[in-house]
């Protein structure tokens, strides 16, 4: 089983940055890992992900150009980094894991929020 834990969240103002981490322990091979956002009363949807083997990445439409998902495979982590943030961009922010003879992401962290004012 995999156990993911997201930190970095808060409270910034339009057009400011965050960076948000996910650290991954009990750690089986993992096919991808990603990032998904729910605001209140919308539907969760996906906003990054990367294949874990060969770090292709793909993003949301709504996200392109400012958010970057990234790994560092030798310690577990991903990461999302977010600029030009938007009042949009205020959910939920959860992490997320699609292990191997999975076909959808099967682990997910509690979640961190973003809230942009």
């Known amino acids: 089983h995999v156990q993911l834990v997201e930190s970095g969240g808060g409270s910034v103002q339009a057009g400011g940055s965050l960076r948000l981490s996910c650290a991954a322990s009990?750690?089986?091979?993992?096919?991808?890992m990603g990032w998904f956002r729910q605001a209140p009363g919308k539907q969760r949807e996906e906003v990054a992900r990367?294949?874990?083997?060969?770090?292709?990445?793909a993003y949301a439409n709504s996200v392109k150009g400012r958010f970057t998902i990234s790994q560092d495979n030798a310690n577990n982590m991903l990461y999302l980094q977010m600029i030009n943030l938007k009042p949009e961009d205020t959910a939920m922010y959860y992490c997320?894991?699609?292990?191997?003879?999975?076909?959808?992401?099967?682990?997910w962290g509690q979640g961190t929020q973003v809230t942009v004012s």
């Open positions: 997320a894991a699609r292990s191997q003879g999975s076909t959808a992401f099967n682990y």
């Open positions: 009990g750690y089986s091979y993992t096919v991808s």
């Open positions: 990367i294949y874990t083997g060969g770090g292709v990445t």
